[in-house]
């Protein structure tokens, strides 16, 4: 399986500017291809060929006055441009298709996207030099922080300068699978907008505090960006400020996900979440926007984890009712409101908090065996002889307490 391995770098004055120069000449192409074939489709002539593209906007395009400067960066960092297009190509085309998701057409980047990527491949020879820094083709050796060591050679490596100006090397590694002591224990994951989840053991998981605490200064520094005169250079400082408080919630939601998704794959031998695709849809726009992007990183982790750990990995598919079965007796009890949080069962009486419920279903669907008895709310404890005895007094359905399954 390949996965990514991510450092930051600290690249001096000069390797910042043959940076700055290799994302350019990368958008650069990247953009002539677009309207190559943007033009093309337009026209109605045939769809440009990626090897016809490179030839001509690449190779040929140096040896023009307006093009010359493209070769003073890395050949390969613009053929891998090219390939990126490519690759934003075929998911608009496979959405198209409806074999993924929908994605929107390729758009031109801009010099003021927030991120700004190269990447070089085994072809650029680029190397890690024997004092530990990062040597990249035509821009130099990169200091690195290597916060943790690589498990074996990686094959490529991107630079990435984001929003905040920071820079970072992301390797992609090819691994094998580690073996962890088998455990009985799997578990039901239902993501969610009050918590951001919940198993089916009936464990409620929030956003930790320091992710809660990042959020609060961004939404701060957002406010003071607004107060900002435009064009002013306080507003400048204030959108630097936005940016890095940006950058520590996107930090300090993958450091969450780490920790959480490794401790589901350690102490459980299968887990199960709902496909996340049908979820937004379900759930409105806002909450869709605001818990998306969380969800979809986390359940990435969780199922590489799940690959590198041995360990089983269910996604249960759309047309399973989780929120409207009861994980108790099995009856289908119609939707609910998204504000019910505790509902009875109209068959069985249980009754079950609505989040709990689901994990223990999404288990279910994915076929583990999990108790039902954590989604009770209010399980009784009566003896059935004095339920039957007619013992409540107001003769509503009777609550079935854990004893009686
Ligand atoms: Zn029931």
Not at 27 to 36: H, K, S, T
Request: glycine share 8%; aromatic share 6%; proline share 4%.
């Amino acid at each position: 399986m390949q996965l990514r391995y991510g450092f930051r770098l600290y690249p001096n004055g000069p390797q910042r500017a043959a940076l700055a120069k290799a994302f350019g000449c990368a958008r650069v192409v990247y953009n002539d291809a677009l309207r190559a074939r943007e033009t093309a489709r337009a026209t109605g002539e045939a769809f440009p060929r990626t090897g016809d593209l490179s030839k001509l906007l690449i190779t040929e395009a140096k040896l023009t006055d307006e093009r010359a400067w493209l070769g003073e960066v890395s050949a390969v960092v613009l053929q891998q441009s090219l390939r990126d297009l490519d690759t934003a190509y075929r998911n608009f085309f496979d959405g198209l298709k409806g074999r993924r998701p929908h994605m929107g057409a390729p758009r031109f980047k801009s010099r003021k996207d927030n991120r700004q990527a190269v990447r070089f491949t085994a072809n650029a020879r680029w190397k890690i030099t024997p004092g530990g820094d990062l040597s990249l083709p035509k821009i130099g050796d990169v200091r690195v922080t290597w916060s943790r060591t690589l498990p074996s050679v990686p094959s490529s490596v991107t630079v990435i300068k984001d929003a905040a100006g920071r820079y970072f090397a992301s390797f992609v590694i090819e691994t094998g699978t580690e073996a962890l002591a088998e455990t009985e224990s799997v578990v039901g994951i239902d993501l969610g907008l009050g918590h951001f989840a919940v198993l089916s053991d009936g464990t409620k998981i929030d956003a930790p505090r320091f992710l809660r605490r990042a959020e609060k200064k961004l939404k701060k520094a957002q406010r003071n960006l607004s107060r900002k005169a435009k064009g002013s250079s306080n507003r400048d400082k204030a959108r630097i400020k936005v940016a890095r408080a940006h950058a520590r919630v996107a930090d300090a939601r993958r450091e969450f996900h780490h920790r959480l998704s490794t401790r589901l794959i350690r102490d459980n031998q299968a887990v199960a979440v709902e496909d996340l695709a049908v979820k937004g849809l379900a759930r409105t726009r806002l909450a869709k926007s605001v818990h998306d992007a969380g969800w979809s990183a986390f359940v990435a982790m969780l199922e590489y984890k799940a690959t590198k750990f041995g360990r089983g990995f269910h996604r249960i598919g759309r047309f399973e009712p989780t929120s409207q079965v009861c994980c108790v007796c099995g009856v289908k009890d119609g939707p609910k409101p998204l504000h019910l949080r505790v509902w009875e069962c109209q068959a069985c009486g249980a009754v079950l908090d609505r989040d709990i419920n689901a994990a223990v279903n999404v288990a279910r669907a994915a076929g583990l065996a999990v108790s039902a008895c954590r989604a009770q709310v209010r399980p009784v404890r009566v003896p059935a002889q004095r339920v039957e005895a007619g013992t409540h007094r107001d003769g509503r359905t009777t609550v079935v307490g854990i004893t009686s399954l």
